[in-house]
């Protein structure tokens, strides 16, 4: 599997001469198999540079949201594939009991919000509720489950048959507490996330911050590291980061969250246009 991060803030972009190394776009990422298959994890404002680098004649791609705040759909109607008549795009969201995806989408993807509607787009457009549960998109099984985040929000396990990934960029396992539940099966996300190759986890405050934003649904860094170590994760990216945040507040939160504590995983902050591949198990990982 191939990875690139093309946004990597959470709540609002951020761009300017502060955030140039961590990046300002908010949530996207792309996830390749070696057959093919195209995943667009998240449709925040990074999605329209990923869309302006598609050049291969891709017949498909499938978008995954976790969710429908602003924040992780902002980018849609400026991604350039949905322009193309011959373009099969397939759009997944958590369901609801009052709306479909496509009417609560429509909402924003539309007048006044937006001058252009769901149906003048000339791609052939389709819509899923996430399973809770397993699901195969090409080479890829997937399992969605839902995550401690308000409104309904999903995460993704997203497996090749060798490797997996998980994508949980909005998630509060805390729930108001300095720690995780000692028993592990209680803590949100921990079946997806357990025993991961590579987890993108929401960190986007430190310690003091959380404790002002209880209940808002995101993680302190220091939540992501433990729940990281809870799950047996291989790799873990911190993702989601404040927009309030500078590339230099970026490197303190970090520098004290881990001083003094050894790892059992790899660990960085996510970076805009960071690449990453996943090989077998029996293979070295490269960035």
């Not at 996830?31 to 195209?38: A, P």
């Not at 539940?181 to 405050?205: F, K, M, V």
């Not at 430190?206 to 992501?224: C, F, K, M, R, T």
């Amino acid at each position: 599997m191939r990875l690139k991060i093309w946004g990597t803030r959470g709540s609002l972009p951020s761009p300017g001469p502060d955030t140039v190394r961590y990046g300002g776009n908010t949530s996207c990422v792309e996830v390749r198999g070696e057959r093919g298959t195209l995943l667009v994890l998240d449709a925040g404002t990074g999605i329209r540079r990923l869309g302006a680098a598609l050049r291969s004649r891709i017949t498909r791609l499938d978008i995954l949201l976790t969710h429908l705040h602003l924040d992780h759909i902002l980018g849609i109607g400026f991604f350039a594939p949905l322009e193309r008549p011959d373009l099969d795009v397939h759009i997944w969201g958590p369901s609801s009991t009052t709306l479909n995806l496509e009417a609560r989408l429509a909402r924003y993807w539309g007048p006044p919000l937006f001058p252009i509607r769901l149906y003048d787009l000339p791609c052939r457009i389709a819509f899923h509720d996430v399973p809770l549960g397993r699901f195969a998109i090409g080479e890829f099984e997937i399992t969605g489950a839902l995550v401690c985040h308000p409104g309904p929000t999903v995460g993704y396990r997203i497996d090749d048959g060798s490797r997996v990934i998980v994508y949980i960029p909005d998630h509060e396992p805390a729930l108001g507490s300095s720690h995780l539940p000692e028993a592990a099966a209680w803590t949100s996300g921990w079946d997806l996330a357990r025993n991961a190759d590579l987890l993108i986890h929401d960190a986007q405050y430190s310690a003091d911050e959380y404790a002002d934003h209880v209940g808002w649904g995101h993680s302190a860094l220091s939540h992501a590291l433990e729940f990281a170590a809870t799950a047996n994760v291989r790799r873990l990216i911190a993702f989601h980061h404040d927009p309030n945040r500078s590339d230099a507040d970026m490197d303190r939160l970090i520098a004290d969250a881990i001083r003094g504590m050894p790892l059992p995983f790899r660990f960085a902050a996510a970076r805009e246009g960071a690449r990453l591949t996943l090989r077998h198990r029996r293979s070295s990982d490269r960035e």
